[in-house]
């Protein structure tokens, strides 16, 4: 199985790993796998209200299709892990499309206590 979770809660866990476009400084020893990371562009321009959900979506789909990313493996290698960002569970946030992603590849995939 592999978690969703956030680093206010999970990011000091043995098991954490970044997925956002950087890590906190505060958590200098996570391992960063900026692989599931939205650009910095596309934040910014949700953060800005340049863009809604849904396009936000549709573009970091791209992003994430464009990098041909080896799923199988990717599940295999962090079974027990959990991929955190900066948003609660109930934010938009990019790891809960991560998160359906793996879950459409076979993983088991929830959201960490």
């Known amino acids: 199985m592999i978690y969703t979770g956030y680093y206010a809660k999970h990011g000091k866990l043995h098991n954490a790993v970044s997925i956002s476009v950087y890590k906190p400084k505060w958590l200098p020893h996570m391992l960063h ?5 939205p ?3 596309l ?6 209200g340049e863009i ?3 396009q936000y979506v549709e573009e970091f789909l791209e992003i994430l299709e464009s990098r041909n990313i080896d ?8 079974d027990e892990k ?4 900066f948003e609660t569970p109930q934010d938009f946030c990019h790891r809960h499309i991560v ?8 993983a088991i ?4 206590e």
């Open 33 to 37: 796998l900026p692989l599931f990371a």
């Open 39 to 41: 650009s910095w562009d």
């Open 43 to 48: 934040v910014k321009r949700i953060k800005n």
């Open 52 to 54: 809604n959900e849904e």
């Open 71 to 78: 799923y199988k493996q990717i599940i295999a290698e962090f």
């Open 82 to 85: 959990i991929l955190c960002c």
């Open 99 to 106: 998160g359906l992603l793996l879950k459409e590849h076979g």
């Open 109 to 112: 995939v929830e959201e960490k």
